[in-house]
């Protein structure tokens, strides 16, 4: 009974190896796919990355910059100076008919 077993398998020994060589290369290629995904996905976080790192430089410069105070307060000048605007009366021409 193992005789007629391995004298069935060795004809289909040449398929069963197609179809692994078949089945490494895909998952060969699927690997290589995936590789490449993920370097372009780590070159956009790296530049994503570096530009958040120049956003947050050019916050503290100027935050620590003396004319920041300086050009806060005319802000709040400019906002208690709006808000009195807001609240003055209106005053409408009176037009004749």
Not at 2 to 30: N, R, V
Not at 40 to 59: G, I, P
Not at 69 to 94: C, F, K, T, V, Y
């Amino acid at each position: 009974m193992d005789a007629q077993i391995f004298a069935l398998l060795i004809p289909l020994a040449p398929f069963m190896l197609g179809g692994l060589w078949i089945w490494t290369k895909h998952k060969q290629k699927e690997l290589q796919m995936t590789s490449e995904l993920s370097a372009e996905k780590a070159a956009q976080y790296a530049q994503h990355t570096s530009q958040l790192e120049e956003r947050v430089r050019v916050l503290e410069r100027i935050v620590t910059d003396k004319g920041y105070d300086l050009a806060h307060q005319i802000e709040a000048l400019r906002g208690e100076d709006s808000d009195r605007r807001l609240n003055a009366p209106i005053e409408r021409p009176r037009h004749e008919v």
